[in-house]
T-cell receptor, first 113, second 115 residues
Framework: AQSVTQLDSQVPVFEEAPVELRCNYSSSVSVYLFWYVQYPNQGLQLLLK??????LVKGINGFEAEFNKSQTSFHLRKPSVHISDTAEYFC???????????FGPGTSLSVIP | DAGVTQSPTHLIKTRGQQVTLRCSPK?????VSWYQQALGQGPQFIFQ???????QRGNFPDRFSGHQFPNYSSELNVNALLLGDSALYLCASSLVGGVGFYEQYFGPGTRLTVT
């Protein structure tokens, strides 16, 4: 069975500083990997996804993530954060194109002015 | 093109009551999945409907049931509500009956409060 770990439950960072949100997964088979963002009182929005190919994936709002198969990681990065990036971020995995999505517990990113 | 819509937005129920939540998938999508997101946690998979049948189910009791209609819209029913059922219920739609990978699109959710 797949599982997702997000070790950092809360990450405070100053505005315009870089940030990395960590994600590790476990799976006995190849999976698709995702990062979602959830703003307060809203649903989930897809930031980016890794399906295959290049291990560096670029998403919306200036975010990118790197897939590392040997370390089973899929860390999310942004070189310079804005106040508007304050939100909950979820890493997720999916085994096939029609399978359920398994989410991590989430990381709360707080951008400090 | 409308995305995934859910109704109602908020709902307050009493323990022991029954509730029905509704979801309309994104245009062109044929599969609906339901997730429960408790406060401060990641979403947990409840079940998935495709071709009007439940195709996958997560670790939820039989009090949670669903339905998919011929127009692909879906309902989530919860019977004998418990305080622990208080959560944000998210609906996600995708296209399975096609070629290639189709991502899930999430609706805004229904906030259920059980008192």
């Amino acid at each position: 069975a797949q599982s997702v770990t997000q070790l950092d439950s809360q990450v405070p960072v100053f505005e315009e500083a870089p940030v990395e949100l960590r994600c590790n997964y476990s799976s006995s088979v190849s999976v698709y990997l995702f990062w979602y963002v959830q703003y307060p009182n809203q649903g989930l929005q897809l930031l980016l996804k890794y399906l295959s190919g290049s291990t560096l994936v670029k998403g919306i709002n200036g975010f990118e993530a790197e897939f590392n198969k040997s370390q089973t990681s899929f860390h999310l990065r942004k070189p310079s954060v804005h106040i508007s990036d304050t939100a909950e971020y979820f890493c997720a995995v999916r085994k096939t194109s029609y399978d359920k999505v398994i989410f991590g517990p989430g990381t709360s990113l707080s951008v400090i002015p | 093109d409308a995305g995934v819509t859910q109704s109602p937005t908020h709902l307050i129920k009493t323990r022991g009551q029954q509730v029905t939540l509704r979801c309309s998938p994104k245009s062109g999508h044929d599969t609906v999945s339901w997730y429960q997101q408790a406060l401060g946690q990641g979403p947990q998979f409840i079940f998935q409907y495709y071709e009007e049948e439940e195709r996958q189910r997560g670790n939820f009791p039989d009090r949670f049931s669903g339905h998919q209609f011929p127009n692909y819209s879906s309902e989530l029913n919860v019977n004998a509500l418990l305080l622990g059922d208080s959560a944000l219920y998210l609906c996600a739609s995708s296209l399975v009956g096609g070629v290639g990978f189709y991502e899930q699109y999430f609706g805004p959710g229904t906030r259920l409060t059980v008192t």
